[in-house]
């Protein structure tokens, strides 16, 4: 074991309690967060149902309120810096502010814009509206290369319908011009899918930029991870896309106590001076190792996604427990990788505990260490907690983000990590 893996598995990392429920509604859950690259002090996350949550210390202290949009907020949080420290928060709309009961929801993808560290935002404008067909489960990147944003999500002919004429499939947009108009979306998937929101539909497509401006994202279909890419800045796509690995189960997973839990595909590529800049991430979990035992799994291309490495085990356990709801970020400076999840293989009565894992080798070896100060219990209540997780890493400063849940309440934290 070397230096850097003794001290991260030496340290203690506080928790910071970022934002806590009334006990009432729906969330906080499905956390983002973001690092601004100009002032590392300034930090913004979002989480279910509006929230917005900055702060200006490193985390220390956090300031929450709600976001509002003329064209909704309905969920699926995603916040992201550019280069110059704006913001940018994405989620899904609700146009008639009245939720499911409207005819109007998911219309759209929706983007908002903060110039002053998270504090205010604009109303919005919406990429991709094409009604009666629903847009959902997105996410978006912007490039070091040339400041472009990148979008790509689920097209839902209608959601949660089991009608076999009805698919979904990946769109992609992109802007050019900080988010004030956006591309015509187009469809880069081959395979389409099902509309149920289940194994058999097209979803969790996360972008990520290669070192020369490629385009590279990866999202699961039927028991399958599926990678495709540009390399024109997103005007034309493969032809056939490519096969990662087989995911075994999923990316529906059952975890008990948790009302739903996926294993989505998560992009990333190594922008460091490192031996290993330019390798492509994608890291899932998967229960290749039994039902019972859902585990994190990376797989790594060398050569922009045309070959892929066979899945790496990522958590260092020797049980049969389960680990689930992964999310990974790659220090652009260092080329560490840092990967977040739910684990309760060191937990007692399917307490669920959170494990940070990090690789300083290229994703050849990982290092694993318990990063919550407390487990929780969901059993057997089967508690929502979204679908996701998140993490972001900046020179050294790694602030991962989670949902808890205790005395009826959810809320989220994040963990106080400088590697620098």
């Not at 839990?261 to 492509?280: C, E, F, K, L, W």
């Amino acid at each position: 074991m070397n230096k850097k893996q003794q001290n991260f598995l030496n340290s203690s990392y506080t928790n910071i309690k970022i934002f806590e429920s009334d006990g009432y509604g729906l969330g906080p859950c499905e956390p983002s967060i973001f690092i601004n690259p100009v002032n590392p002090k300034n930090m913004v996350a979002g989480s279910i149902l509006d929230n917005v949550h900055y702060s200006f210390d490193g985390g220390l202290t956090w300031e929450t309120k709600k976001i509002t949009s003329d064209l909704g907020v309905f969920g699926d949080p995603c916040i992201v810096a550019d280069y110059q420290g704006n913001f940018y928060y994405l989620h899904l709309s609700d146009p008639d502010k009245i939720g499911w009961r409207s005819t109007n929801i998911l219309d759209q993808i929706v983007i908002q814009k903060s110039t002053d560290g998270g504090i205010n935002w604009s109303n919005g404008i919406g990429i991709g509206k094409n009604s009666p067909k629903q847009q959902d489960k997105e996410w978006f990147t912007i490039s070091p290369i040339n400041n472009e944003i990148y979008v790509t999500w689920t097209e839902f002919d209608k959601y949660g319908s089991k009608k076999v004429q009805d698919k979904s499939r990946i769109l992609f947009s992109k802007s050019s011009d900080g988010g004030q108009s956006f591309t015509i979306p187009i469809k880069i998937n081959q395979l389409d899918g099902n509309c149920i929101d289940d194994d058999l539909t097209t979803e969790g497509a996360v972008p990520s930029v290669g070192i020369n401006g490629e385009i590279l994202v990866a999202w699961s279909y039927n028991e399958t991870i599926y990678f495709d890419r540009s390399l024109d800045f997103g005007k034309t796509w493969l032809e056939e896309d490519v096969i990662i690995a087989n995911q075994p189960g999923g990316w529906s997973t059952e975890i008990y106590g948790i009302g739903r839990s996926n294993g989505m595909p998560v992009t990333a590529v190594d922008h460091s001076q490192s031996i290993y800049r330019g390798t492509v991430y994608v890291n899932w979990t998967d229960v290749r190792n039994g039902k019972d035992n859902t585990d994190v799994f990376i797989a790594k291309s060398t050569d922009n996604g045309t070959t892929w490495s066979k899945p790496i085990k990522v958590n260092s356990d020797k049980t049969t427990t389960h680990q689930f709801l992964t999310w990974m970020s790659v220090d652009p400076a260092t080329g560490f990788i840092y990967i977040v999840y739910y684990d309760r293989s060191n937990t007692r009565n399917n307490e669920t505990a959170v494990t940070l894992s990090v690789s300083y080798d290229g994703g050849d070896t990982f290092v694993s260490k318990t990063i919550s100060e407390n487990s929780f219990s969901t059993v057997p209540k089967g508690i929502f907690f979204g679908d996701y997780n998140n993490i972001n890493a900046q020179n050294g400063i790694v602030r991962p983000i989670w949902t808890h849940y205790e005395n009826g309440k959810l809320s989220i934290f994040t963990a106080l990590i400088n590697e620098k």
